[in-house]
């Protein structure tokens, strides 16, 4: 299939892009590379460097796609906290530009990267995809406007769309994986503190109602969760709106997370317990059951161990400034 990803150079979107391109798509690449690596972007994908507002009409028009995953987004809860403008920008108004110009162009097929923070603080776990969508952060609000969005899109205009609601994605896809400039996710901020790169690793809350007080998140594998992009890409149906939650089905505490990356590194990773982060709700757990029974999938790489082992193998070769100019 010839195939547009937005934000391709991103984390997700790149290790998205990679894989679509081992299976023999034809892919190409819209990112405005403000948090991207450029070095992320398979070689045999064609990179468009620029953003949705002012280049998706452009590219759709000229290329014939048969569909396209769009992961091009803002997603720091904090700082949507913050700057909610820039978030409903990003993400729910360009999402909507994209929608329109794929209309325009008959461009029928849509994967869109949604998230767990559309959930909010659930009631009880694992969360199915019948829970109640309340979040607690405009981060979260804006992706799960987007998925109405595209449900009256589907209903109306006949686009075929899946949303995947993602956990806490993590690992790597061999040389391709998870650097940002700005760093805030669990498992890279431990694995620098492997490297030297962090004195330690701060404990945000040893107060929460959990076995050992800190907070308990699912992980996933970054190369499963591609998968899924694949067999949802795949199975998409003109005028059906499908939305599935992506984990593994287990919990692990932070404290669990630092002590899994010091079996695998080898480093003692010192850890400090700091206050709580704002927003973060107690436990997060998916119940992927539905993406399991209707598509099939079937992460064989979601372990924790595993995980960590190829985000450390991924971190600790890292030229972080070749892969962010493309030069690794
Ligand atoms: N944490 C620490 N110390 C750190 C960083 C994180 O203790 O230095 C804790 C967090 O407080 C949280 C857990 O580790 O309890 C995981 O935090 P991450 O930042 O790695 O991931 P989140 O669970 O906050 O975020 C993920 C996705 C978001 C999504 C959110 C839904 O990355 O995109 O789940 O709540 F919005």
Not at 193 to 209: H, M, N
Not at 237 to 262: A, K, M, W
Request: charged share 20%.
């Amino acid at each position: 299939m010839r195939l547009l990803v937005t934000g391709g150079a991103g984390y997700v979107g790149s290790v998205c892009s990679h894989v679509l391109v081992e299976a023999g798509h034809e892919v190409t690449v819209l990112d405005d590379l403000s948090t991207g690596n450029r070095g992320a972007v398979p070689e045999q994908a064609k990179l468009v460097v620029g953003d949705i507002d002012d280049s998706a009409d452009e590219v759709l028009a000229g290329g014939d796609f048969d569909g396209v995953l769009h992961f091009a987004a803002r997603s720091l809860v904090g700082e949507s906290v913050e700057k909610p403008d820039v978030y409903w920008h990003h993400n729910f108004v360009s999402t909507l530009k994209l929608l329109d110009a794929m209309r325009a162009h008959g461009v029928n097929s849509l994967v869109f990267s949604s998230t767990a923070a559309t959930y909010g603080e659930p009631a009880e776990v694992p969360i199915t995809e019948d829970f109640p969508t309340a979040p607690t952060n405009p981060y979260g609000a804006t992706k799960l406007a987007i998925d109405h969005l595209i449900t009256s899109y589907a209903a109306a205009f006949g686009l075929g769309a899946t949303s995947l609601r993602y956990f806490n994605v993590a690992g790597a896809h061999g040389a391709v994986g998870e650097s940002r400039e700005v760093e805030t996710h669990l498992i890279p901020l431990v694995l620098q503190v492997a490297l030297g790169q962090r004195e330690k690793i701060f404990i945000f809350g040893d107060d929460y109602p959990t076995e050992d007080g800190t907070a308990v998140r699912d992980y996933i594998h970054i190369r499963d969760l591609a998968d899924a992009h694949l067999l949802a890409l795949t199975t998409n149906e003109p005028g059906r709106h499908r939305i599935f939650n992506l984990g593994s089905g287990d919990g692990y505490s932070v404290r669990q997370v630092i002590e899994t990356c010091r079996e695998v590194t080898g480093h003692p990773i010192p850890a400090e317990v700091a206050p709580r982060r704002a927003g973060d709700p107690a436990v997060l757990v998916a119940s992927s059951e539905r993406i399991k029974e209707e598509l099939g999938w079937n992460p064989t790489r979601t372990d924790l161990p595993r995980i960590v082992a190829d985000a450390w193998a991924f971190t600790k070769d890292l030229d972080a400034a070749a892969y962010r100019a493309g030069k690794a």
